[in-house]
Protein backbone atom coordinates (compact mmCIF):
# COMPACT_ATOMS: atom_id res chain seq x y z
CA UNK A 1 0.00 0.00 0.00
CA UNK A 2 1.25 3.26 -0.68
CA UNK A 3 1.50 5.76 2.03
CA UNK A 4 0.59 9.28 1.88
CA UNK A 5 -1.78 9.00 -1.01
CA UNK A 6 -5.27 10.27 -1.04
CA UNK A 7 -7.76 7.17 -0.03
CA UNK A 8 -10.60 8.05 1.48
CA UNK A 9 -12.43 11.31 -0.23
CA UNK A 10 -16.16 12.80 1.20
CA UNK A 11 -17.71 15.19 -0.67
CA UNK A 12 -20.32 16.99 0.29
CA UNK A 13 -21.58 14.20 2.31
CA UNK A 14 -25.06 14.55 3.92
CA UNK A 15 -27.61 12.17 5.72
CA UNK A 16 -30.80 12.64 6.31
CA UNK A 17 -33.05 10.25 8.13
CA UNK A 18 -36.38 9.79 7.99
CA UNK A 19 -38.54 11.01 11.03
CA UNK A 20 -42.13 10.32 12.45
CA UNK A 21 -45.17 11.55 9.88
CA UNK A 22 -42.91 12.34 6.94
CA UNK A 23 -40.35 15.04 8.24
CA UNK A 24 -36.79 14.37 8.13
CA UNK A 25 -33.88 15.06 10.48
CA UNK A 26 -30.47 16.05 8.71
CA UNK A 27 -27.87 14.18 10.61
CA UNK A 28 -24.86 15.38 8.04
CA UNK A 29 -24.56 18.50 6.17
CA UNK A 30 -21.91 19.45 4.11
CA UNK A 31 -19.37 16.84 5.29
CA UNK A 32 -15.51 17.49 3.32
CA UNK A 33 -13.12 15.22 4.42
CA UNK A 34 -10.19 13.20 3.19
CA UNK A 35 -7.73 10.57 4.66
CA UNK A 36 -4.37 9.42 3.16
CA UNK A 37 -3.39 5.89 3.41
CA UNK A 38 -2.06 4.80 6.55
CA UNK A 39 -3.27 7.87 8.12
CA UNK A 40 -5.06 7.68 11.66
CA UNK A 41 -7.50 10.10 11.58
CA UNK A 42 -9.77 10.58 15.38
CA UNK A 43 -13.22 12.18 14.85
CA UNK A 44 -14.37 13.86 18.15
CA UNK A 45 -18.17 15.50 18.77
CA UNK A 46 -20.29 15.70 20.77
CA UNK A 47 -22.97 12.88 21.24
CA UNK A 48 -25.28 12.83 18.84
CA UNK A 49 -23.29 15.34 16.30
CA UNK A 50 -23.40 12.22 13.38
CA UNK A 51 -20.05 10.68 14.22
CA UNK A 52 -20.96 7.23 14.09
CA UNK A 53 -23.41 8.17 11.00
CA UNK A 54 -20.14 9.26 9.07
CA UNK A 55 -18.54 5.78 10.16
CA UNK A 56 -21.32 3.93 8.32
CA UNK A 57 -21.87 5.94 5.27
CA UNK A 58 -17.63 5.53 5.08
CA UNK A 59 -18.15 1.94 5.66
CA UNK A 60 -20.98 1.29 3.21
CA UNK A 61 -23.83 -0.05 5.31
CA UNK A 62 -26.18 2.85 4.83
CA UNK A 63 -26.88 5.13 1.76
CA UNK A 64 -25.78 8.32 1.35
CA UNK A 65 -28.41 11.44 1.11
CA UNK A 66 -26.25 13.65 -0.71
CA UNK A 67 -22.37 13.99 -1.80
CA UNK A 68 -20.33 11.38 -2.62
CA UNK A 69 -17.87 9.13 -0.77
CA UNK A 70 -14.57 7.42 -2.22
CA UNK A 71 -12.35 4.70 -1.52
CA UNK A 72 -9.35 4.52 -3.99
CA UNK A 73 -11.27 7.16 -6.37
CA UNK A 74 -14.04 3.95 -6.29
CA UNK A 75 -17.51 5.23 -5.41
CA UNK A 76 -18.59 3.55 -2.00
CA UNK A 77 -21.94 1.59 -3.18
CA UNK A 78 -22.38 -0.97 -0.28
CA UNK A 79 -19.64 -2.53 2.41
CA UNK A 80 -16.31 -3.19 0.65
CA UNK A 81 -13.99 -5.32 0.69
CA UNK A 82 -11.04 -3.93 2.93
CA UNK A 83 -13.36 -1.87 4.94
CA UNK A 84 -13.88 -3.62 8.07
CA UNK A 85 -15.87 -1.55 11.64
CA UNK A 86 -15.47 -2.16 14.69
CA UNK A 87 -18.28 -1.06 17.39
CA UNK A 88 -18.43 -0.09 20.81
CA UNK A 89 -19.59 -2.81 22.38
CA UNK A 90 -17.11 -5.39 20.55
CA UNK A 91 -20.10 -6.79 18.80
CA UNK A 92 -19.01 -9.99 19.36
CA UNK A 93 -21.05 -13.36 18.23
CA UNK A 94 -22.22 -14.30 21.12
CA UNK A 95 -22.82 -18.21 20.32
CA UNK A 96 -19.57 -18.46 18.40
CA UNK A 97 -16.28 -19.24 20.03
CA UNK A 98 -13.51 -16.98 20.35
CA UNK A 99 -11.69 -18.76 17.70
CA UNK A 100 -14.79 -18.70 14.92
CA UNK A 101 -15.32 -14.87 16.00
CA UNK A 102 -11.44 -14.30 14.31
CA UNK A 103 -12.55 -16.82 11.54
CA UNK A 104 -15.98 -15.13 10.89
CA UNK A 105 -15.22 -12.68 7.98
CA UNK A 106 -13.34 -15.59 6.30
CA UNK A 107 -15.64 -18.18 6.55
CA UNK A 108 -18.28 -15.49 4.84
CA UNK A 109 -15.99 -15.68 1.82
CA UNK A 110 -15.64 -19.30 2.30
CA UNK A 111 -11.73 -19.54 3.14
CA UNK A 112 -10.76 -23.34 3.10
CA UNK A 113 -11.12 -24.41 7.14
CA UNK A 114 -6.69 -25.23 7.39
CA UNK A 115 -6.27 -21.44 5.91
CA UNK A 116 -8.37 -20.16 7.64
CA UNK A 117 -7.69 -21.70 10.93
CA UNK A 118 -3.93 -20.93 10.62
CA UNK A 119 -4.64 -17.71 9.97
CA UNK A 120 -6.96 -17.59 13.21
CA UNK A 121 -3.90 -19.08 15.12
CA UNK A 122 -1.68 -16.33 13.61
CA UNK A 123 -4.07 -13.42 15.19
CA UNK A 124 -4.67 -15.21 18.04
CA UNK A 125 -1.32 -15.26 19.30
CA UNK A 126 -0.83 -11.74 18.55
CA UNK A 127 -3.72 -10.43 20.56
CA UNK A 128 -1.80 -13.04 23.10
CA UNK A 129 -5.30 -14.75 23.20
CA UNK A 130 -4.19 -18.15 22.27
CA UNK A 131 -5.30 -20.42 25.27
CA UNK A 132 -8.89 -18.94 25.35
CA UNK A 133 -9.24 -19.90 21.46
CA UNK A 134 -12.30 -22.25 22.74
CA UNK A 135 -13.98 -19.51 25.22
CA UNK A 136 -17.24 -17.90 24.52
CA UNK A 137 -17.50 -14.03 24.80
CA UNK A 138 -19.20 -14.00 27.68
CA UNK A 139 -16.80 -15.72 29.44
CA UNK A 140 -14.38 -12.92 28.58
CA UNK A 141 -13.32 -9.55 30.55
CA UNK A 142 -14.35 -6.30 28.61
CA UNK A 143 -10.44 -5.76 27.78
CA UNK A 144 -9.91 -9.66 26.32
CA UNK A 145 -13.43 -9.24 24.26
CA UNK A 146 -12.33 -5.81 22.79
CA UNK A 147 -9.03 -7.43 21.61
CA UNK A 148 -10.73 -10.74 20.23
CA UNK A 149 -12.69 -7.78 18.15
CA UNK A 150 -9.82 -6.13 16.86
CA UNK A 151 -8.45 -9.24 16.01
CA UNK A 152 -11.36 -10.25 13.89
CA UNK A 153 -11.23 -6.81 11.99
CA UNK A 154 -7.23 -7.85 11.10
CA UNK A 155 -7.59 -10.65 10.25
CA UNK A 156 -7.94 -10.16 6.22
CA UNK A 157 -5.75 -7.73 6.52
CA UNK A 158 -7.65 -4.62 5.79
CA UNK A 159 -6.78 -1.36 4.58
CA UNK A 160 -9.34 0.34 6.82
CA UNK A 161 -10.50 0.16 9.75
CA UNK A 162 -13.73 2.20 11.40
CA UNK A 163 -13.72 2.03 14.79
CA UNK A 164 -16.82 3.87 16.65
CA UNK A 165 -15.85 4.55 19.91
CA UNK A 166 -14.41 1.36 20.61
CA UNK A 167 -12.93 1.47 23.79
CA UNK A 168 -16.10 3.44 25.40
CA UNK A 169 -17.37 1.26 27.96
CA UNK A 170 -14.07 -0.16 29.18
CA UNK A 171 -12.28 1.30 32.62
CA UNK A 172 -9.56 3.58 32.67
CA UNK A 173 -6.60 0.58 33.37
CA UNK A 174 -8.32 -1.25 30.50
CA UNK A 175 -8.43 1.43 28.20
CA UNK A 176 -4.75 2.57 28.48
CA UNK A 177 -3.79 -0.73 27.70
CA UNK A 178 -5.77 -1.02 24.41
CA UNK A 179 -4.81 2.54 23.94
CA UNK A 180 -1.17 1.19 23.41
CA UNK A 181 -2.44 -2.20 22.15
CA UNK A 182 -4.07 0.02 19.04
CA UNK A 183 -1.24 1.72 18.21
CA UNK A 184 1.12 -1.37 18.10
CA UNK A 185 -0.97 -2.99 15.71
CA UNK A 186 -1.23 0.08 13.27
CA UNK A 187 2.18 0.31 13.22
CA UNK A 188 2.57 -3.19 13.33
CA UNK A 189 -0.29 -3.11 9.67
CA UNK A 190 -0.24 0.14 8.81
CA UNK A 191 -4.21 -0.02 8.06
CA UNK A 192 -5.86 3.52 7.73
CA UNK A 193 -8.08 3.89 10.41
CA UNK A 194 -10.98 6.54 11.75
CA UNK A 195 -11.55 6.08 15.17
CA UNK A 196 -14.41 7.92 16.13
CA UNK A 197 -14.55 9.11 20.52
CA UNK A 198 -15.47 11.90 22.45
CA UNK A 199 -12.30 11.87 24.56
CA UNK A 200 -10.00 14.64 23.67
CA UNK A 201 -7.34 12.93 25.69
CA UNK A 202 -7.73 9.41 23.80
CA UNK A 203 -8.22 12.06 19.87
CA UNK A 204 -5.07 13.40 20.58
CA UNK A 205 -2.86 10.54 22.04
CA UNK A 206 -3.67 8.08 18.93
CA UNK A 207 -4.04 10.14 16.16
CA UNK A 208 -2.19 11.75 13.63
CA UNK A 209 -4.72 14.20 12.68
CA UNK A 210 -8.60 15.08 14.81
CA UNK A 211 -11.06 15.87 13.25
CA UNK A 212 -13.94 17.82 15.70
CA UNK A 213 -17.80 17.95 14.58
CA UNK A 214 -20.36 20.02 15.88
CA UNK A 215 -24.07 18.77 16.40
CA UNK A 216 -27.14 18.82 15.00
CA UNK A 217 -26.59 18.67 11.98
CA UNK A 218 -23.05 17.51 11.93
CA UNK A 219 -20.90 19.28 10.45
CA UNK A 220 -17.05 19.40 10.50
CA UNK A 221 -16.05 22.96 12.62
CA UNK A 222 -12.18 21.77 12.61
CA UNK A 223 -9.05 19.94 12.03
CA UNK A 224 -5.92 19.83 13.68
CA UNK A 225 -3.13 17.92 13.10
CA UNK A 226 -0.99 16.32 15.78
CA UNK A 227 2.52 17.04 15.80
CA UNK A 228 3.70 15.02 18.21
CA UNK A 229 6.83 12.23 18.29
CA UNK A 230 5.16 8.96 19.26
CA UNK A 231 5.30 7.34 21.29
CA UNK A 232 3.18 9.86 23.25
CA UNK A 233 2.43 10.25 26.81
CA UNK A 234 -0.39 12.53 28.64
CA UNK A 235 1.71 14.30 30.33
CA UNK A 236 4.32 15.03 26.90
CA UNK A 237 4.59 18.95 27.48
CA UNK A 238 3.04 19.62 23.94
CA UNK A 239 0.10 17.08 24.83
CA UNK A 240 -1.51 19.87 26.85
CA UNK A 241 -1.55 22.52 23.94
CA UNK A 242 -3.69 20.08 22.16
CA UNK A 243 -5.69 19.48 24.92
CA UNK A 244 -6.77 22.81 25.72
CA UNK A 245 -7.00 23.65 22.13
CA UNK A 246 -9.60 21.21 21.46
CA UNK A 247 -11.34 21.47 24.56
CA UNK A 248 -11.39 25.27 24.11
CA UNK A 249 -12.84 24.15 20.54
CA UNK A 250 -15.51 21.63 21.54
CA UNK A 251 -16.80 23.58 25.09
CA UNK A 252 -17.54 26.28 22.67
CA UNK A 253 -19.36 24.12 20.45
CA UNK A 254 -21.35 22.67 23.14
CA UNK A 255 -22.62 26.18 24.63
CA UNK A 256 -23.91 27.19 21.45
CA UNK A 257 -25.53 23.74 20.90
CA UNK A 258 -26.96 24.70 24.48
CA UNK A 259 -27.88 28.45 23.97
CA UNK A 260 -29.53 27.37 20.38
CA UNK A 261 -31.77 24.81 22.43
CA UNK A 262 -33.10 26.94 25.07
CA UNK A 263 -33.60 29.55 22.20
CA UNK A 264 -35.80 27.45 20.61
CA UNK A 265 -37.34 26.60 23.65
CA UNK A 266 -38.19 30.32 24.53
CA UNK A 267 -39.34 30.59 20.97
CA UNK A 268 -41.64 27.94 21.40
CA UNK A 269 -43.07 29.15 24.63
CA UNK B 1 -42.72 -25.20 38.98
CA UNK B 2 -40.68 -21.35 38.19
CA UNK B 3 -39.03 -21.76 41.81
CA UNK B 4 -37.59 -25.21 41.79
CA UNK B 5 -35.77 -24.20 38.92
CA UNK B 6 -34.81 -20.57 40.21
CA UNK B 7 -33.23 -22.59 43.47
CA UNK B 8 -31.40 -24.97 41.07
CA UNK B 9 -29.60 -22.23 39.46
CA UNK B 10 -29.08 -20.27 42.62
CA UNK B 11 -27.35 -23.42 43.69
CA UNK B 12 -25.51 -24.08 41.19
CA UNK B 13 -24.06 -20.64 41.20
CA UNK B 14 -23.25 -20.70 44.72
CA UNK B 15 -21.45 -24.26 45.11
CA UNK B 16 -19.14 -22.83 42.22
CA UNK B 17 -17.01 -21.06 44.94
CA UNK B 18 -15.04 -22.71 46.58
CA UNK B 19 -15.34 -21.17 50.39
CA UNK B 20 -18.65 -23.11 50.55
CA UNK B 21 -17.21 -26.31 49.69
CA UNK B 22 -15.11 -26.11 52.92
CA UNK B 23 -15.46 -29.04 55.03
CA UNK B 24 -18.16 -28.92 57.77
CA UNK B 25 -20.18 -27.36 55.65
CA UNK B 26 -23.59 -28.32 53.86
CA UNK B 27 -23.02 -28.77 50.26
CA UNK B 28 -25.35 -25.85 48.88
CA UNK B 29 -27.23 -28.05 46.60
CA UNK B 30 -28.17 -30.38 49.36
CA UNK B 31 -29.94 -27.03 51.12
CA UNK B 32 -31.63 -26.28 47.33
CA UNK B 33 -32.86 -29.78 47.56
CA UNK B 34 -34.27 -29.41 50.94
CA UNK B 35 -35.81 -26.52 51.03
CA UNK B 36 -37.72 -27.54 47.75
CA UNK B 37 -38.53 -30.53 49.54
CA UNK B 38 -40.08 -28.70 52.86
CA UNK B 39 -43.50 -27.61 51.52
CA UNK B 40 -44.26 -30.95 49.77
CA UNK B 41 -43.22 -32.42 52.94
CA UNK B 42 -45.56 -29.98 55.03
CA UNK B 43 -48.40 -30.70 52.70
CA UNK B 44 -48.40 -34.71 53.05
CA UNK B 45 -47.93 -34.37 56.39
CA UNK B 46 -51.32 -32.51 57.30
CA UNK B 47 -52.79 -34.65 54.33
CA UNK B 48 -52.34 -37.82 55.90
CA UNK B 49 -52.85 -36.54 59.26
CA UNK B 50 -56.03 -35.37 58.23
CA UNK B 51 -57.15 -38.84 56.57
CA UNK B 52 -55.64 -41.02 59.14
CA UNK B 53 -57.66 -39.02 61.76
CA UNK B 54 -60.39 -39.39 59.41
CA UNK B 55 -61.44 -35.41 59.02
CA UNK B 56 -61.50 -36.25 55.53
CA UNK B 57 -62.56 -38.95 53.65
CA UNK B 58 -60.20 -41.46 52.64
CA UNK B 59 -62.25 -43.00 50.39
CA UNK B 60 -62.86 -39.92 48.21
CA UNK B 61 -59.85 -38.37 48.77
CA UNK B 62 -57.57 -40.56 49.84
CA UNK B 63 -53.86 -39.44 51.33
CA UNK B 64 -50.62 -40.07 49.05
CA UNK B 65 -49.57 -43.15 51.19
CA UNK B 66 -52.84 -44.80 49.51
CA UNK B 67 -53.05 -43.44 45.74
CA UNK B 68 -49.53 -44.13 45.78
CA UNK B 69 -49.10 -47.74 47.37
CA UNK B 70 -52.67 -47.92 44.50
CA UNK B 71 -49.91 -48.19 41.73
CA UNK B 72 -48.08 -51.31 43.15
CA UNK B 73 -51.34 -52.89 43.77
CA UNK B 74 -52.49 -52.77 40.72
CA UNK B 75 -48.84 -53.93 39.53
CA UNK B 76 -48.65 -50.76 37.18
CA UNK B 77 -50.82 -51.04 34.94
CA UNK B 78 -54.04 -49.00 34.39
CA UNK B 79 -57.26 -50.26 32.65
CA UNK B 80 -58.77 -53.63 31.60
CA UNK B 81 -57.54 -56.64 29.89
CA UNK B 82 -56.30 -55.19 26.84
CA UNK B 83 -56.89 -51.93 26.61
CA UNK B 84 -54.57 -52.36 30.03
CA UNK B 85 -51.26 -50.32 29.80
CA UNK B 86 -48.73 -50.04 32.20
CA UNK B 87 -48.50 -46.57 34.11
CA UNK B 88 -44.60 -45.77 32.48
CA UNK B 89 -46.14 -46.56 29.03
CA UNK B 90 -48.92 -43.65 29.81
CA UNK B 91 -45.79 -41.52 30.75
CA UNK B 92 -44.01 -41.89 27.86
CA UNK B 93 -46.78 -41.66 25.23
CA UNK B 94 -48.11 -38.49 26.90
CA UNK B 95 -44.46 -37.04 26.90
CA UNK B 96 -43.26 -38.04 23.25
CA UNK B 97 -46.85 -36.54 22.26
CA UNK B 98 -46.03 -33.56 23.49
CA UNK B 99 -42.66 -32.99 22.30
CA UNK B 100 -43.14 -34.42 19.02
CA UNK B 101 -45.69 -31.11 18.62
CA UNK B 102 -43.46 -29.10 20.51
CA UNK B 103 -40.45 -29.46 18.27
CA UNK B 104 -42.44 -29.57 14.69
CA UNK B 105 -44.02 -26.32 15.61
CA UNK B 106 -40.62 -24.75 16.74
CA UNK B 107 -39.45 -25.56 13.90
CA UNK B 108 -42.20 -24.51 11.63
CA UNK B 109 -42.25 -21.11 13.51
CA UNK B 110 -38.75 -20.42 12.95
CA UNK B 111 -38.76 -20.87 9.14
CA UNK B 112 -42.20 -19.12 9.07
CA UNK B 113 -41.01 -16.12 11.41
CA UNK B 114 -38.12 -16.06 9.36
CA UNK B 115 -40.25 -15.52 6.04
CA UNK B 116 -42.57 -12.91 7.70
CA UNK B 117 -39.90 -10.70 8.27
CA UNK B 118 -37.65 -11.17 5.06
CA UNK B 119 -40.47 -10.55 2.78
CA UNK B 120 -42.71 -7.39 3.59
CA UNK B 121 -45.44 -9.04 0.68
CA UNK B 122 -45.79 -11.89 2.71
CA UNK B 123 -45.28 -10.58 5.72
CA UNK B 124 -48.86 -8.31 4.46
CA UNK B 125 -50.42 -11.86 3.73
CA UNK B 126 -49.86 -13.73 6.13
CA UNK B 127 -49.23 -12.00 9.50
CA UNK B 128 -53.28 -11.36 9.46
CA UNK B 129 -53.72 -14.70 9.22
CA UNK B 130 -51.27 -15.67 11.88
CA UNK B 131 -52.65 -13.31 14.41
CA UNK B 132 -56.21 -14.66 14.10
CA UNK B 133 -55.62 -18.10 14.44
CA UNK B 134 -52.83 -17.51 17.90
CA UNK B 135 -55.85 -16.36 20.26
CA UNK B 136 -57.17 -20.03 19.46
CA UNK B 137 -56.42 -21.87 22.62
CA UNK B 138 -54.75 -25.24 22.01
CA UNK B 139 -57.41 -27.11 23.71
CA UNK B 140 -59.95 -25.54 21.51
CA UNK B 141 -58.29 -27.81 18.47
CA UNK B 142 -59.03 -31.13 19.62
CA UNK B 143 -62.74 -31.59 18.34
CA UNK B 144 -61.30 -30.23 14.97
CA UNK B 145 -58.04 -32.71 15.28
CA UNK B 146 -60.34 -35.44 15.96
CA UNK B 147 -62.73 -34.83 13.00
CA UNK B 148 -59.65 -34.74 10.62
CA UNK B 149 -57.03 -37.39 11.70
CA UNK B 150 -58.88 -39.34 13.91
CA UNK B 151 -58.30 -41.35 17.32
CA UNK B 152 -54.71 -41.19 18.15
CA UNK B 153 -51.21 -39.84 17.91
CA UNK B 154 -51.78 -37.51 14.83
CA UNK B 155 -54.41 -35.70 17.07
CA UNK B 156 -52.38 -35.14 19.82
CA UNK B 157 -49.40 -33.98 18.08
CA UNK B 158 -51.61 -31.94 15.92
CA UNK B 159 -53.45 -29.96 18.95
CA UNK B 160 -49.84 -29.54 20.27
CA UNK B 161 -48.34 -27.94 17.18
CA UNK B 162 -51.75 -25.56 16.88
CA UNK B 163 -50.94 -24.62 20.42
CA UNK B 164 -47.79 -23.52 19.81
CA UNK B 165 -47.30 -22.78 16.22
CA UNK B 166 -48.75 -19.27 15.58
CA UNK B 167 -47.55 -17.77 18.98
CA UNK B 168 -43.90 -18.92 18.15
CA UNK B 169 -44.11 -17.32 15.02
CA UNK B 170 -45.29 -14.19 16.01
CA UNK B 171 -42.27 -14.33 18.78
CA UNK B 172 -40.24 -15.05 16.17
CA UNK B 173 -40.89 -11.88 14.71
CA UNK B 174 -40.62 -9.93 17.47
CA UNK B 175 -37.37 -11.58 18.18
CA UNK B 176 -35.97 -10.77 14.79
CA UNK B 177 -36.86 -7.31 15.38
CA UNK B 178 -34.94 -7.15 18.27
CA UNK B 179 -32.00 -8.79 16.64
CA UNK B 180 -28.98 -5.77 17.82
CA UNK B 181 -28.10 -4.25 14.52
CA UNK B 182 -24.68 -3.37 15.29
CA UNK B 183 -24.25 -7.52 14.89
CA UNK B 184 -25.63 -7.52 11.51
CA UNK B 185 -24.00 -4.53 10.20
CA UNK B 186 -20.35 -6.31 11.73
CA UNK B 187 -21.51 -9.46 9.34
CA UNK B 188 -22.06 -6.87 6.62
CA UNK B 189 -18.85 -4.80 6.92
CA UNK B 190 -17.10 -8.66 7.20
CA UNK B 191 -18.70 -9.39 3.60
CA UNK B 192 -21.68 -11.29 4.35
CA UNK B 193 -24.59 -11.62 1.98
CA UNK B 194 -27.94 -11.04 2.70
CA UNK B 195 -28.78 -14.89 3.18
CA UNK B 196 -25.93 -15.29 5.15
CA UNK B 197 -26.95 -12.63 7.75
CA UNK B 198 -29.97 -14.50 8.07
CA UNK B 199 -28.47 -17.58 8.43
CA UNK B 200 -25.36 -16.47 9.84
CA UNK B 201 -26.13 -13.94 12.24
CA UNK B 202 -30.29 -13.46 12.22
CA UNK B 203 -31.23 -17.19 13.09
CA UNK B 204 -28.65 -17.76 15.88
CA UNK B 205 -29.59 -14.86 17.48
CA UNK B 206 -33.35 -15.48 17.43
CA UNK B 207 -33.04 -19.24 19.17
CA UNK B 208 -32.92 -17.97 22.98
CA UNK B 209 -35.91 -15.58 22.82
CA UNK B 210 -38.08 -17.76 20.77
CA UNK B 211 -36.82 -21.20 23.06
CA UNK B 212 -38.02 -19.56 26.12
CA UNK B 213 -41.57 -18.80 24.39
CA UNK B 214 -41.47 -22.26 23.69
CA UNK B 215 -41.21 -23.12 27.38
CA UNK B 216 -43.65 -20.41 28.49
CA UNK B 217 -46.37 -22.27 26.12
CA UNK B 218 -45.42 -26.00 27.21
CA UNK B 219 -47.14 -25.88 29.53
CA UNK B 220 -50.67 -25.04 27.54
CA UNK B 221 -48.89 -27.73 25.08
CA UNK B 222 -48.86 -30.24 27.86
CA UNK B 223 -53.04 -29.35 29.15
CA UNK B 224 -53.77 -29.90 25.71
CA UNK B 225 -52.12 -33.22 25.08
CA UNK B 226 -53.87 -33.87 28.75
CA UNK B 227 -57.45 -32.81 27.50
CA UNK B 228 -56.72 -34.85 24.55
CA UNK B 229 -56.52 -37.65 25.69
CA UNK B 230 -59.50 -37.15 28.06
CA UNK B 231 -61.82 -36.45 25.40
CA UNK B 232 -60.77 -39.35 22.69
CA UNK B 233 -57.48 -40.31 22.22
CA UNK B 234 -57.70 -43.81 24.47
CA UNK B 235 -53.98 -43.60 26.07
CA UNK B 236 -52.02 -41.72 27.85
CA UNK B 237 -52.17 -40.26 31.34
CA UNK B 238 -54.73 -38.03 30.30
CA UNK B 239 -56.92 -41.20 29.92
CA UNK B 240 -55.74 -42.42 32.82
CA UNK B 241 -57.41 -40.15 35.26
CA UNK B 242 -60.76 -40.03 33.23
CA UNK B 243 -60.67 -44.57 33.26
CA UNK B 244 -60.72 -43.19 37.14
CA UNK B 245 -63.43 -41.26 37.15
CA UNK B 246 -65.88 -43.63 35.06
CA UNK B 247 -64.63 -46.17 37.51
CA UNK B 248 -65.17 -43.64 40.57
CA UNK B 249 -61.12 -44.83 41.52
CA UNK B 250 -60.19 -41.86 43.31
CA UNK B 251 -57.05 -42.75 44.18
CA UNK B 252 -56.16 -43.88 40.20
CA UNK B 253 -57.69 -39.64 39.61
CA UNK B 254 -55.00 -38.80 42.11
CA UNK B 255 -51.98 -40.65 40.72
CA UNK B 256 -52.81 -39.82 37.77
CA UNK B 257 -52.65 -36.60 38.48
CA UNK B 258 -49.42 -36.86 40.29
CA UNK B 259 -47.82 -38.39 37.59
CA UNK B 260 -49.15 -35.25 35.14
CA UNK B 261 -47.25 -33.02 37.96
CA UNK B 262 -43.95 -34.90 37.82
CA UNK B 263 -43.84 -35.63 33.76
CA UNK B 264 -44.51 -31.79 33.46
CA UNK B 265 -42.23 -31.14 35.87
CA UNK B 266 -39.37 -33.62 34.43
CA UNK B 267 -40.27 -32.15 30.54
CA UNK B 268 -39.32 -28.44 31.26
CA UNK B 269 -36.49 -29.35 32.92
CA UNK B 270 -35.05 -31.27 30.29
CA UNK B 271 -36.15 -28.15 27.70
CA UNK B 272 -34.36 -26.15 30.38
CA UNK B 273 -31.01 -28.62 30.21
CA UNK B 274 -31.79 -28.19 26.25
CA UNK B 275 -31.53 -24.63 26.81
CA UNK B 276 -28.55 -24.32 28.54
CA UNK B 277 -26.54 -26.88 26.39
CA UNK B 278 -27.40 -25.26 23.32
CA UNK B 279 -28.17 -21.87 23.71
CA UNK B 280 -25.79 -21.10 26.27
CA UNK B 281 -25.42 -17.78 25.56
CA UNK B 282 -28.45 -16.54 26.67
CA UNK B 283 -28.81 -17.87 30.33
CA UNK B 284 -32.26 -19.84 30.94
CA UNK B 285 -34.74 -17.39 32.52
Not at chain 1, 49 to 70: D, H, N, Q, V
Not at chain 1, 96 to 120: I, T
Not at chain 1, 199 to 221: F, K, T, W
Not at chain 2, 203 to 227: E, H, K, S
Request: aromatic share 8%; proline share 6%.
Amino acid sequence: MKTGSTTLACQHVGKLWSGLNGTSVAALRDIEMTVESGEFVAILGPSGCGKSTLLELIAGLEPLSSGRITLDGKPVLGPAPGVVMVFQDHSLFPWLSVKDNVGFGLAMKKVPKPAREARVAQLLERVRLTKFANHRPHQLSGGMKQRVAIARALVESPDFIMMDEPFAALDFQTRVLMQHFLLEVWLEFKPTIIFVTHHIDEAVLLADRVVVMSAGPGRIIEEMRIDLPRPRRMTDPGFNDYRARLTETLEREVMRAHSEDEGLASNAA
Amino acid sequence: MGDGTGAQSIGASVAEAPARNAPGHVPSWAWGLLKALIPWAVIIAIWELAAASGWSGSVLFPPPSAFLSYAIESDFRVGFGGDAMPIPVAIVVSALRVLAGLAIGFAAALVTGILISASGAFSDMVMPLVRGLAPIAPIAWIPLGIVLFGIGNPTAIFVVFMGVYFILTISTVAAVKAVDQRLIKTARSFGASRAQVWTRVIFPAVLPQVFTMLRINFFAAWMAVLAAEMVGVKNGLGMMIILGREMFNTKLILLGMCMVGATGYAVDALLVQIQRKILWWQPAP
